[in-house]
């Protein structure tokens, strides 16, 4: 395990590589997703309003 | 087939459709890219001459693919956007320029981390690297481009000019190592012949590609699902779609 | 496809093909400026600036590498399997500096022939495998042909 973790001396390189890997597709994912969803929310509150008015 | 790409490309049926592939297509992304982790991190042996470095290959080359790949969609569904006035092909190509600049900038910084070990410099100035440089500022002009024109039609159809006119960058990335003597070593998986690459280092590498290419759709459909709803918020599908779900 | 249609697609290959010669014709002319390193014969024949710095590539002769008593001072033959430059460097070595391996060193030509190096990187190739199975090639190779040059 702690071989592993030491990646021959190249740990540094390898698990920053690897951690911003996981962050860029982490970002990329999460906030596209929030959008969609803010937006989507948006939208029905604006039609629940309208629809409230009319009654 | 022209029938379904036509009946598809309506946005209704875009969003629909998207909404249905999207669990399925993220799954497969989330499974081939931990697999690809293991193989690459735990299965792989070490290489003959960059020891335990190289690893660091299984994300900075699929990064450099999807970054070329990326590019090529955008540019063709500008080229689409701007013939045929599409508007899912103008949503693809807009949704794609955030997701490009990622992986190109995951390439950047990998390669970089990658560099420092193994040829002694973070960065050098040799054609392989700097053209990788200007499709980064490629990316982020076309966004700069598209979010200073406030009317999306016309932003679409001059950032498809600005994505067509820059994809003669494309071939200069790829061809740069055969080109000229650049300090960045030659192709390994698609140059003529058998791949120099040991088959146990090769799984983990199509493993993370195909993973990346998988998430790259994902993450597509999500961003266009989001831009539709902007653009047609208006339209009679979207209240439609709306009073249903309230 | 309506007239307007063609007209515009024809409107964006000719703007695409346009680019593209452009493109080509000034890559063609600066092919001597995007050159990263000179090879040893382009050195040897006079291609490379005389008397200001410039890039040195090549493979690391086998057997050449010799190092100073302050062990920080280091000599080898940069190859190109046509003509070779001697080189000087100072200071710290990459990872991959090895015989054998390519190698891109900064530096300007001595008027002894010497490349005196004020940065030294080293090129890797495109070949990845295991150590084992680099071993076994390696023995392979050296039964069939003992001088075998491995292309840069």
Redesign the interface.
Known sequence: MDSFLHMGGYAFYVWTSYALALVVLSLNWILPRRALHKRWHALLRREQSSTGKAA | MFNLLHRLSSPPSFFAFAGRALPWLLGGALLLIAAGCYQGLVVA???????D??RI?FVHVPSAWMSLFIYMVMAAAG?IA???RIKLAEVIASASAPIGASFTFLTLVTGALWGK?????WW????RLTSELILLFLYLGYMGLESAIPDKRSAARATA?LA??G???IP?IHFSVE?????H????VT?LGAP???P??LLPLLLMAVGFKLFYFANLLVRARCQMLEREQRSHWVSTLIKEAA | MTPK?TQ??LL?TG??VG??IA?TLA?LAF?EN??????PAQVLAGDAPVGRNFRL?GLVEAGSIQRAGDGLTVDFIVSDGAATVPVRYKGL?????REG?GV?ALGRLETDGRFMAE?????????????????ALKTAQDNKQPLAGRPM
Do not use: C
């Open positions: 042996p070490a290489d003959y001459q960059q020891g470095s190289y290959m080229a701007l013939v045929w070990p193994m040829w002694g410099a050098v100035w040799d054609a000019i067509l006119v994809s003669v960058n200069i080109w000229w003597n650049t300090l070593q030659g192709a390994t140059k120099s690459i040991h146990s280092m | 249609r515009r697609l964006i703007l695409v680019v593209g493109a890559s092919r995007m050159l990263f390193f000179f090879a590539g070595l990459p990872d991959l500096f391996q891109v940065e030294v990187l080293a090129k890797h190739d495109e070949n990845y495998m295991p150590p084992e199975v680099a071993e």
